[in-house]
């Protein structure tokens, strides 16, 4: 988060808010399983492995389309050069259009394994100064760089830079937030809201490009 100027600080945090409110609709939809937090999903791939239930299968299929989309993200991403975010995020709308149509033409499994997959292409969007890909899909990482650094303000040495970390988590929280209460008063409603927000992040992204340029 810190790798960034403050317009791609912004891109970052709209594209968390956008991951968590993808994954609330995913986990409601799938009852119970997540489209960008594979680690909840590997948990429950593995007591449902234990219990022999149907879940692990389930958990299973969407952590490997999870990966397939971070594989087809990372390949358009090193394709695209100086236009990755502007790409990435265009393919991202494009997924969540085709998960809205699927929804309503094909039914919930479908849709939800379309979701998965934009929520992996997703985590190739934005690229450091470093070079290193900054993951907006989960935040346990998130979370202990913000714990470290609060240490580091606490013993005033180190980099003590907290609050981006704060903010990243914030952001998809609230997502996810207003992501659950879209999807349970109207699918439809929720659906489309993904497909705008993503829009109007592969728009600003775009114009963000064009001022670098």
Not at 108 to 122: F, H, K, N, S
């Amino acid at each position: 988060m810190i790798r960034f100027d403050r317009a791609y600080r912004m891109l970052a945090v709209g594209t968390a808010i956008l991951a968590g409110f993808v994954d609330a609709i995913g986990f409601v939809e799938s009852g119970g399983f997540f489209v960008s937090f594979m680690t909840g999903n590997s948990t429950r791939l593995a007591v449902g492995a234990a219990e022999w239930q149907q879940a692990a299968l389930i958990a299973g299929a969407i952590i490997a389309l999870f990966v397939a989309g971070v594989v087809a993200g990372s390949l358009l991403a090193a394709r695209a050069g100086a236009a990755r975010t502007t790409a990435v995020l265009s393919l991202v709308a494009s997924l969540l259009a085709a998960a809205a149509a699927l929804r309503f033409g094909v039914g919930t499994a479908p849709a939800v394994a379309c979701l998965a997959l934009a929520m992996g292409v997703v985590n190739a969007a934005l690229e450091g100064k470093d070079g290193a890909v900054v993951g907006v899909t989960y935040m346990t990482g998130t979370l202990v760089q913000m714990g470290h650094k609060i240490a580091n303000r606490l013993r005033g040495a180190g980099d003590g830079r907290w609050v981006q970390h704060l903010t990243l988590w914030a952001a998809l929280v609230g997502g996810a937030i207003v992501g659950a209460r879209a999807v349970l008063w109207s699918v439809p409603l929720a659906y489309g809201l993904a497909v705008l927000l993503a829009a109007g992040l592969t728009l600003r992204a775009f114009q963000l490009a064009r001022y670098a340029a």
